[in-house]
Nanobody
Framework: VQLQAFGGGLVQPGGCLRL?????????????MGWYRQAPGKQSELVAW???????NYADSVKGRFTISRDNAKNTVYLQMNSLKPEDTAVYYC??????????????WGQGTLVTVSS
């Protein structure tokens, strides 16, 4: 199983971006899905996650600005980022707890996608 992320880029402060991350492979089901980020010189931070039932959770730093959602039919998780700030600049990684068709549980990570918020 693998995750592939899309959607990073350069945006001005106050702007918006939408990240997406699709899971593929021999998937039986997907539990929690989420997004982490790592800014230069800083530790990794859990930004948002969403349960298999669709309940979202957010870090305080992004509450009210970011929205996480998922499309279970497409095995995809999204992160809508609004009112972006320079401090949101980071490499964003998607993560998912995937149950493979073998019933093995895989903690899967996507490749990072860079989000740069700058004027």
């Amino acid at each position: 199983v693998q995750l592939q992320a899309f959607g990073g880029g350069l945006v001005q402060p106050g702007g918006c971006l939408r990240l997406s991350c699709a899971a593929s492979g021999s998937i039986f089901s997907i539990n929690d899905m989420g997004w982490y980020r790592q800014a230069p010189g800083k530790q990794s931070e859990l930004v948002a996650w969403i349960t298999s039932g669709g309940s979202p959770n957010y870090a305080d730093s992004v509450k009210g600005r970011f929205t996480i959602s998922r499309d279970n039919a497409k095995n995809t998780v999204y992160l809508q980022m609004n009112s972006l700030k320079p401090e949101d600049t980071a490499v964003y990684y998607c993560n998912a707890i995937i149950v493979a068709t073998t019933r093995a549980v895989v903690n899967s990570w996507g490749q990072g996608t860079l989000v740069t918020v700058s004027s």
